[in-house]
């Protein structure tokens, strides 16, 4: 049957930086959702026909743990369109197709400059580079380029590279970009730095599985979902109860839709901050900055030298005068407070008292500032190319200030749901406070007072200062917080983490009552969480929080599909006395019945 006249072989030909196993499995995953039919693994050794053709660079091929390089399906005719917005961890697609009309209107559908046809014994061959891919590869781009116009240069000479009949090897340029394995900041992923950020290939992979007209993120964080979402063609609602995530997932969703306001207020604001520096603001300029612009939180004022706060207000203040013509929250703004995230870097002890150590940089603001705005001009420049050379119009976003516990949505509003909530138990991590590791930039753009910070965070799931006793929760959550009462090291965060459960079993209710029946949602979390002695890499326990998710989820009124493990790349190998092991996220795939 799969040699009939009018089937397609298909190969997808994965991304160099993909080397764990789980990371092949949700591709496999997400190739089987889109392509609907049999695929299989293939390893080096199959390239070869297409490397002597020179459609594939014999350096070209990365092989994986499993041996596996891509895979390859035969399929009816498919929507190529579909497969060049939505694909996730595959970098190039080659495909063997009857030479006729429906062939050739499918190959129409792609954009010119990533797409490469040729006749071969009366049938078409053709290659294209899926749009994640270039993207990925873009954010590269953005940060190597001197200049928004060098960027449209890079990116024309990869896509050149990449399309046109291959050499015996890419030159170095090209390699380089292609071969980066970090590729994570691009659409605007890099906005502002956040602790716990959703994976983004990640994202688009769940998003492919569960399918649906309108996708909601209950814990919408800084947007990343909404953000691949709405590039992907799917119309996406975001929800978080923490207004800075708010501001800067709308943010990111103004810079998606920008019509090049944003891309000429940067240019402006430069040259004001610079004026400022050389005193040469105008009279009214300098009448209306503050003498005295106490931003800092109440909190954070005695851990802070006298001199370096006094010189971060001051240049707090010199931006803000030089952003006044903006809306409040703008993408400038948010640039503002990612560099007061990075200078003031907070590490909470996890003893359940909110002690932390604090890390001060020694760059000055002002310059972190404006280092991130020529990268926010650069990346503007990448994502114009990206709208021009791909035809990509994004979906609406829309972004909600609320909580996840109750859902400012109408009954049965959405089809599907991916949520990774704050992912750490307060029990049994150092992240104690989130929102206080961001204070200083909510403070600096208005989001909350400086005196208000903790009765803000007090509020927010995973809050050391919540409180909540062990009633009506699942038996394998009780037993963890019966077992932490009973430990004089961690028994002051028990309660904190019953209301952690507590808070999400509500959180998983108001998802059952927003989901549109037969609903699916992917909900991520730590797959274990553990208990070591202090000071040392002694496990006291572990906790299979992965399991005690599924059992929320089913007192919540959700059935659990199945439960999907995928291993993580580690970014920090020091950070925790555990932090040279594995780490694992687990999806736990639900539905409404």
């Known amino acids: ?21 789980g990371d092949l499995e949700l591709a496999e995953r997400e190739l089987r959702a889109l392509v609907q039919c049999p ?12 490397q002597q053709a020179g459609w594939v ?24 369109n579909l497969l060049f917005r939505r694909l996730s961890f595959c970098e190039q697609v080659f495909g063997i197709a009857p030479d006729n009309e429906s062939t050739r209107e499918q190959l129409a559908q792609l954009p010119d400059s990533l797409v490469r046809v040729r006749q071969v014994n009366g049938q078409i061959a053709f290659m294209f580079v899926p749009f994640n891919a270039i993207a990925e590869w873009s954010d590269v781009v953005a940060r190597r380029a001197s200049s ?4 449209g240069v890079m990116l024309d000479y990869l896509c050149n590279a990449l399309v046109d009949e291959v050499p015996v090897e890419l030159p170095q340029a090209a390699r380089s970009i292609i071969s980066t394995k970090q590729t994570t900041g691009h659409l605007f992923h890099g906005l502002h730095v956040y602790k ?8 688009r992979a769940f998003l492919n599985l569960c399918e649906g007209a309108t996708v909601l993120d209950p814990f919408a964080g800084s947007g990343t979902a909404l953000v691949e979402a709405a590039v992907m063609g799917i119309p996406a609602i975001g929800v978080d109860i923490d207004p800075l995530s708010v501001a800067i997932a709308r943010a990111k969703a103004q810079l998606l839709f920008d019509d090049g306001a944003i891309a000429e207020a940067i240019p402006n604001a430069l040259a004001r901050l610079d004026n400022s520096a050389k005193g040469q603001g105008s009279l009214f300029e300098i009448a209306e900055t503050h003498a005295l612009y106490s931003v800092t939180p109440t909190f954070l004022r005695r851990r802070v030298p006298e001199p370096i706060l006094r010189e971060v207000e001051t240049d707090v203040a010199d931006i803000l005068s030089a952003l006044r013509d903006l809306p409040p929250c703008s993408p400038l703004h948010i640039a503002l407070s990612d560099a007061l995230s990075r200078k003031f870097k907070f590490r909470f002890l996890g003893l359940g008292y909110g002690r932390f150590s604090l890390t001060i940089q020694p760059r000055r603001l002002r310059q972190m500032f404006v280092e991130n705005l020529l990268y926010l001009a650069r990346a503007l420049a990448v994502w114009q190319w990206l709208r021009q050379r791909t035809g990509v119009v994004p979906a609406p976003i829309t972004v909600l200030h609320g909580d996840a516990r109750q859902l400012p949505l109408e009954d049965e509003s959405v089809d599907c749901v991916v949520i990774s909530p704050p992912p750490y ?3 049994s991590s150092g992240r104690e406070s989130y929102l206080k590791s961001k204070a200083f930039g909510m403070t600096a753009l208005g989001l909350i007072a400086p005196d208000a910070v903790d009765a803000v965070e007090a509020e927010q799931i ?8 062990i009633h009506n929760l699942p038996q394998s959550a009780q037993e963890v917080v019966l077992w932490m009462q009973s430990d004089p090291t961690r028994c002051v965060k028990a309660a904190a983490t019953a209301s952690y459960f507590a808070d999400l079993r509500e959180s998983l209710r108001e998802i059952r009552r927003v989901l549109k029946p037969q609903g699916k949602c992917a909900f991520v979390v730590a797959r274990q969480h553990v208990f070591y002695r202090y000071r040392s890499r002694e496990i006291v326990r572990l906790v299979e929080s992965a399991d005690i998710t599924a059992d929320l989820a089913v007192q919540a009124g959700l059935r659990m599909l199945e439960q999907i493990h995928v291993e993580l790349q580690k970014q920090n190998s020091v950070a925790r006395p555990r932090s040279l092991d594995s780490y694992y996220e687990t999806i736990v795939l639900l539905q409404k019945a």
Request: proline share 9%; charged share 25%; with cysteine.
């Open 196 to 203: 716990a950020k959703f994976f983004p290939r990640m994202a």
């Open 39 to 50: 695929i299989e693994p293939i390893g080096e050794d199959f390239l070869s026909s297409w």
């Open 1 to 21: 049957m799969t040699n009939a006249p009018d089937y397609w072989k298909l190969l997808f030909k994965l991304r160099s930086n993909i080397t764990l196993d």
């Open 462 to 469: 995973g809050s050391i200062q919540r409180a909540e006793t």
């Open 425 to 427: 138990m307060p029990a």
């Open 57 to 80: 660079l014999p350096k070209d091929v990365a092989t994986h743990r499993c041996g596996v390089v891509g895979y390859l399906c035969h399929t009816r005719p498919i929507e190529l």
């Open 148 to 151: 928004p116009k060098e960027t």
